[in-house]
């Protein structure tokens, strides 16, 4: 069966939110999940089908769509669960990459199969929810020097992709990837990345040097096709617009022999 499957976070899990929705609080995508008649009855309108921008894809390109994606997942998973997939000629592969702070780790949870994502943050950041600040080095007054965290995440991020595109090439896959999120490749701040990047191929990477308004959350967040002023996440609307963005370049990718 020919199937493209759609790899990434809470973008590529989707959700059914018609149109922009002022005041709609950010956990109204779990209740949703859940409960639409309880949605329908609080927000005062229907849920749509479950909708991103793999599955419209898939059915312009006349596939079945299959979703490996997390909700606050990291490129970590993405890397992880592409190699743990299976994967033939018959598959398109639609990779959306999330951002570079997110780090993941096996946890107890579920006799220690189960893993958990964080954020790693400079350390004079406040610490959140999921927040780690990085700070292996103690002793300051020695070391005079802190994590590059920008840095590092673009140099890390790059890595991955020309991993994940060295992997996909040697199985003769057909992919396309982009940035759901930013990774911040408009700017990079080393020579290291800079020569990383260059070896990528753009021919299956959309708009890979983009800046903030041209990744998915930026693109869709400035036309305000997110599910609110709330909730950053693309409603039904962003994520099929977002979709015929990638289209010529999916198309092209999909119908070479």
């Known amino acids: 069966m020919k199937t493209l499957i759609h790899f990434g976070c809470s973008f590529a899990v989707g959700n059914g939110v018609p149109k922009y929705f002022e005041g709609l609080e950010a956990g109204a995508l779990i209740n949703l999940r859940k409960n639409r008649s309880e949605f329908k009855k609080k927000y005062g309108m229907n849920a749509e089908e479950t909708s991103t921008c793999g599955s419209r894809i898939a059915k312009r390109l006349g596939l079945q769509l299959k979703k490996v994606a997390e909700n606050g997942a990291s490129n970590e998973m993405v890397v992880r669960r592409l190699l743990q997939t299976k994967i033939g000629k018959k598959q398109f592969v639609l990779i959306g990459l999330t951002s570079y702070n997110r780090r993941e780790a096996l946890t107890t949870q579920r006799n220690n199969t189960h893993w958990h994502t964080w954020k790693m943050v400079d350390p004079k950041s406040p610490p959140r929810y999921k927040d780690l600040p990085f700070t292996p080095w103690i002793h300051r007054e020695e070391t005079h020097y802190e994590p590059a965290l920008e840095a590092d995440g673009q140099i890390r991020t790059a890595t991955q992709i020309l991993y994940m595109q060295s992997f996909l090439k040697s199985k003769n896959v057909r992919y396309l990837m982009f940035n759901a ?77």
């Open 181 to 257: 999120l930013h990774n911040g490749f408009d700017q990079p701040l080393t020579s290291e990345c800079r020569r990383l990047l260059e070896q990528v191929d753009t021919k299956h990477f959309y708009n890979l040097r983009g800046g903030f308004d041209e990744c998915q959350h930026g693109w869709c967040l400035k036309r305000k096709l997110v599910v609110s002023d709330l909730d950053d996440h693309p409603n039904v609307p962003g994520q099929q617009a977002w979709a015929e963005q990638l289209l010529p370049q999916a198309k092209d990718i999909w119908n070479v022999d």
